[in-house]
């Protein structure tokens, strides 16, 4: 029997993930992603209701990946199953799984976050979500079983993949790192992955964004320790603190709350994001945020906040805010504009536990933001981060465990498809033949 793999999205292009595996008479979708800076423009461009966006003037714009390709097959889809809470992951759920009479089958972190975001964006679908557990399996059909193998990232309860079919074994991994020092949530499964590799792995596709860096990327205990750094090793005595990283990266807020209760400073949280993805990771079980931390979302009460904040002195606090990548709309850029009363003063500290994911907007924003915080001769601490991504050597790694017939090199560019092709080539695959480098809308059957 044939294993047909349908490159939709995600595949030459960073973000908007989605892949259709074709088994016989049923599909399963992998991810359902947006493209992230593609869909902070129209959203600039005009400010649109987002439960008035449709499907296709989104696959127009090039937010979401174009379906189109298995439009002949979408009554045979019978789950659609992202790996993990990432936008470019699920973000797309809302305005394309109506289409498909199909279950979401996902952990349930990325669950909470999926009906958060239909919440917040008033937009309702017919689909079931399902929750299954890292390391549990779920039978989805008669001939299809599901398994979650837990792996490490930069969000919780993030799974590779294993779809179970007459056809054999497939493993999807997108995104994951190996992080043997987790600091919230468990280490890769190498055991059963080594086990499911033991049994046969027909084909594996794989997040080579970072192929090219010839390196193994380090751990998050280390992002814990050039936080500790910076937040416990300077002289912070009557400074503001304010740190910005990724609302979902739980595991990186925890770090930062454990530091802000050494340094005996009230934490708080502010931004929309970060109180989505917070409640959450406390809905899921993961960690609970609401007795460490206050946390505030709507205006009104931001405004109280920062009043509050002035009033009894910002050097009894430590600030989490939005606005890592210079977002015009994020807590932080409306701190520096005046928007929110901030009092900043020379030699504030303000801690970027991010990278600038390096799109021209993004990029843009970052340095706008960056001008106007060296302007108040605040202290900028940039980079404080180690990426959820695998470079070259975690790759290599993964591939030697599993020992996978077929790979196929995922979320990334052309070049970098290319640099995955020949780490493929030095592990004795053949290109064309068993590595594939996919382009988006292409199709693979493998025999
Ligand atoms: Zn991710």
Redesign the pocket.
């Known amino acids: 029997m044939n294993m047909e793999i349908f490159a939709l999205g995600g595949y030459g292009v960073v973000g908007r993930n989605m892949t259709a595996v074709k088994v016989g008479d049923e599909v399963v979708i992998l991810d359902m992603g947006i493209h992230l800076p593609n869909y902070i423009k129209i959203n600039e461009d005009q400010e649109t209701l987002k439960s008035s966006l449709t499907r296709k003037h989104l696959i127009q714009e090039k937010v979401v990946p174009d379906d189109s390709l298995i439009e002949d097959i979408r009554k045979q889809v019978i789950a659609i199953i992202p790996t993990?809470a990432?936008l470019?992951?699920i973000g797309a759920i809302p305005y394309m799984a109506g289409r498909y009479n199909a279950p979401i089958v996902c952990t349930p972190f990325a669950g909470e976050v999926i009906k958060a975001i239909l919440k917040d964006d008033g937009i309702k679908i017919p689909n079931p979500i399902k929750t299954l557990n890292p390391g549990a399996s779920m039978k989805l059909s008669k001939n299809i079983t599901v398994e979650f193998i837990p792996i490490t990232?930069?969000?919780p309860q993030?799974v590779i993949i294993i779809l179970k079919t007459p056809a054999g074994n497939l493993l999807y991994s997108n995104?994951f790192k190996l992080d043997n020092s987790p600091t919230l949530g468990r280490k890769p499964d190498y055991e059963r992955l080594k086990e499911l590799g033991e049994q046969g792995i027909k084909v594996a596709i794989i997040d080579s964004l970072y192929a090219s860096t010839k390196a193994k990327t380090p751990s998050e205990m280390v992002a814990r320790d050039m936080l500790a750094d910076v937040l416990l090793n300077m002289d912070t005595k009557g400074k503001g603190i304010i740190v910005t990283t990724f609302a979902s990266h739980i595991a990186r807020l925890k770090s930062i709350i454990e530091m802000g209760e050494k340094l005996n400073r009230k934490i708080v949280f502010i931004g929309r994001s970060l109180a989505k993805y917070c409640y959450a990771a406390e809905n899921a079980g993961i960690y609970k945020f609401s007795d460490k931390v206050e946390m505030t979302k709507f205006s009104k009460r931001v405004k109280q906040f920062f009043g509050k904040i002035s009033k009894e002195g910002k050097h009894k606090y430590l600030l989490v805010v939005t606005g890592h990548q210079g977002e015009p709309q994020s807590t932080l850029s409306k701190m520096v504009r005046g928007v929110h009363d901030f009092p900043f003063d020379a030699n504030d500290h303000v801690v970027f536990s991010s990278n600038v994911i390096p799109s021209p907007i993004n990029l843009k924003n970052r340095q706008d933001l960056e001008d106007q915080l060296r302007a108040r001769a605040v202290r900028l601490f940039t980079d404080v981060h180690v990426s959820?991504h695998g470079s070259r050597e975690d790759m290599r790694e993964l591939v030697n465990l599993i020992k996978p017939q077929h790979v196929i090199p995922s979320h990334s560019p052309p070049e970098r498809i290319q640099s995955y092709i020949e780490l493929a080539e030095e592990q004795g695959y053949k290109n064309g033949f068993t590595v594939h480098g996919m382009m988006e809308g292409q199709r693979l059957i493998i025999d």
């Open positions: 993990h990432h470019d992951h990232h930069s969000t993030t995104d959820g």
